[in-house]
């Protein structure tokens, strides 16, 4: 296939990159020239796709890293990197946030680009790491000496594929493909199309060892790719099994297909409330929508949490003996969330039978009996069991006695939205919900949750 009117549509043209590259320079240079005045000792680097040309048309947020030497202790390391920080955002009348990895860093927006100025220590090798993010450097060191121009661009294709089939990015929202991990794969495999051919033959447990360092077997993931900078990590650590599966799939789907191009590009989606509407009513399931509000919380701290709390719901609504057909969550990221479950059962008898100890334990069934009575306890194959009566008949019930301040505990929910869930949920009807542009869209990939790895 010819990729160059897609490369024409992904790829910055010149003046985007030059101008990103003014940019990234102006801010090396004010730091540098900081650093000399104030003798900070403080190496300023471009770091991350912009500075491999790896970056999407229109993604070219800048990564700039201060690197200290090894020997400034952590609490300098912060207190020098955040000041150079803030001073280069103010210099640029920029606008500030702080965010943390492995420690803090400033996030600054700056003439239109998100510019992200972290401290690390100048490393030299894996085995000198501090902190995690002191690999970037070394990062950005390999895949410029071993990727080609033309290698960049077969980049931007598989970032651009997974970007539209859903597994592009290692957020926990998204749990899928990191850039640099897609740059080590068009390194091992050498373009698109053979990653792709590669990628439809994976095996869970498949390993790159780009320099055979050898060391996959202490990782126990669906995919390991060990990183040529650092024998002891995973880059694929953060991949979660279902978009690594989804990728196979998508590569699969696109492999045979004849509408190559479209896996570029955007689904053309005009969602239709009615239409999506009626589909849930074609599906016959009770359908519980549980909306709340969510504190001011980054958001790789926000998903994690509502994916737990989610989770652990269905997990024990199924305990209860009610049956959760689909379960999943949304939020709009900035002021509510929404978990939605699809019933394939939502209300039950009122009694349900309580298993006891087998019968061939005497000791066992005689204190079972005590406590309920033996003209109540009756035999199922070779347990003693009892009827007893539900404390809740209907999933709504339940939900409602959980969300409170003494039995929300029961459940593992995240610990920043406890407090919100509690004071602010409410039942919501899926019309209701739809009206709501965003959530018609989650809607909408609540019932097709395949729609984006085949075109």
């Known amino acids: 296939m010819d990729y160059g009117q897609i490369l024409n549509d992904i790829k910055p043209t010149e003046k985007e990159q030059e101008d990103i590259d003014a940019m990234s320079q102006k801010l ?15 190496k300023i680097t471009v770091v991350g796709s912009v500075a491999k040309r790896t970056a999407l048309k229109g993604k070219s947020d800048i990564d700039i890293f201060m690197a ?48 992200d100025l972290v401290p690390c220590y100048a490393i030299e090798d894996g085995s000198q790491l501090k902190s995690a993010v002191d690999r970037t450097i070394l990062h950005t060191r390999f895949v410029k000496a071993n990727l080609t121009s033309e290698g960049c661009d077969e980049v931007l294709l598989l970032k651009k594929f997974m970007d539209m089939t859903g597994t592009y990015g290692s957020e926990f929202k998204v749990g899928g493909f990191a850039g640099y991990l897609c740059e080590l794969l068009i390194i091992k495999y050498g373009s698109f199309d053979e990653t792709l051919k590669a990628a439809v033959e994976w095996k869970y447990g498949e390993v790159i060892d780009l320099k055979d ?6 990782f126990k993931d669906p995919l390991v790719v060990i990183d040529p900078t650092d024998k002891n990590r995973n880059v694929a650590a953060a991949l979660r099994l279902n978009k690594m599966s989804e990728f196979i799939q998508s590569a699969r789907n696109y492999l045979s297909s004849d509408n190559k191009k479209d896996y570029f590009y955007p689904l053309d989606k005009s969602l239709d409330k009615k239409a999506i509407l009626d589909e849930f009513k074609k599906r016959g399931s009770v359908l519980i929508a549980v909306k709340f509000d969510i504190p001011d919380m980054p958001l790789d701290t926000l998903h994690p949490q509502l994916k737990m709390t989610t989770s652990s719901l269905v997990e024990k609504i199924n305990k209860e003996e009610f049956k959760v057909f689909k379960g999943d969550y949304s939020s709009n990221e900035k002021d509510s969330a929404v978990m939605l479950f699809e019933m394939a059962s939502s209300t039950l008898n009122d009694v349900k039978i309580n298993y006891g100890p087998k019968v061939f334990l005497n000791k066992a069934c005689n204190n079972f009996t005590a406590k ?6 009756y035999v199922i194959d070779d347990f003693l069991v009892h009827k007893q009566e539900r404390p809740f008949n209907n999933v709504k019930s339940f939900i409602e006695d959980i969300f409170t301040q003494n039995n929300i505990g029961k459940i593992k929910v995240g610990k920043n939205l406890r407090k919100t869930i509690i004071s602010s949920y409410e039942f919501v009807s899926i019309e209701d919900l739809a009206d709501d542009e965003f959530y018609l869209g989650f809607l909408d990939d609540f019932l097709n949750p395949g729609q984006y790895i085949v075109r």
């Open 68 to 115: 200290f030497p090894l020997d400034v202790s952590e609490d300098i390391l912060k207190e020098k990197g955040l000041y150079l920080a803030h001073k280069c955002s103010d210099a640029f009348n920029g606008n500030a946030s702080h965010h943390f990895a492995s420690h803090p860093y400033v996030t600054s927006d700056i003439e239109g680009y998100e510019v």
């Open 28 to 42: 090396v240079d004010y730091l540098t020239e900081t650093c000399q005045n104030e003798g900070i000792n403080a």
């Open 213 to 218: 360092y050898g060391t996959a077997g202490q």
């Open 372 to 377: 309920y009575g033996p003209e109540n306890c």
